[in-house]
């Protein structure tokens, strides 16, 4: 049977608020991560997962430990209220970030080449109308 679990954490980051979407599916953890700006209302959250979540770039996966344990409600609270007071997201999601991020980079710069290559040649044979035309003109 096949498991996947999710974890949504928003933070405040000067000066937007962010939420981190962590999905963990066959022991792999990817992320993806959403600016908010104005401190988003828990409707608004909500409203937001509803509508967006499946339209989200998630990050490529990493491996990860799933914990698959039971756990009492109030330990749940509990744990809950403790990563309200954490900052930020774990490492292993900052990894998948940072992978997502340079992966993004990568696409930028050979999109970036071609663009520059194209208007090289496109200059190039403008170049080269110009002097037949010239030559014509003779």
Not at 84 to 96: H, L, N, P, Y
Not at 104 to 122: F, G, H, I, M, T
């Amino acid at each position: 049977m096949e498991k996947v679990s999710g974890k949504l954490t928003v933070y405040f980051e000067e000066p937007f608020w962010i939420g981190i979407f962590e999905r963990i599916e066959d022991g792999k953890l990817s992320v993806a991560k959403v600016t908010f700006g104005a401190e988003p209302k828990d409707y608004e959250v909500q409203e937001y997962v509803q509508k967006y979540y499946f339209s989200l770039k998630f990050s490529p996966a990493v491996d990860t430990v799933a914990k698959d344990i039971k756990r009492n409600p109030k330990r749940m609270q509990r744990e809950a209220k403790k990563q309200m007071q954490e900052i930020g997201i774990g490492t292993k999601s900052q990894r998948a970030l940072k992978l997502q991020q340079e992966q993004n980079k990568q696409e930028r710069k050979v999109r970036s080449q071609e663009k520059k290559e194209a208007e090289k040649l496109r200059m190039f044979e403008l170049k080269q109308q110009k002097k037949r035309e010239k030559h014509k003109g003779h």
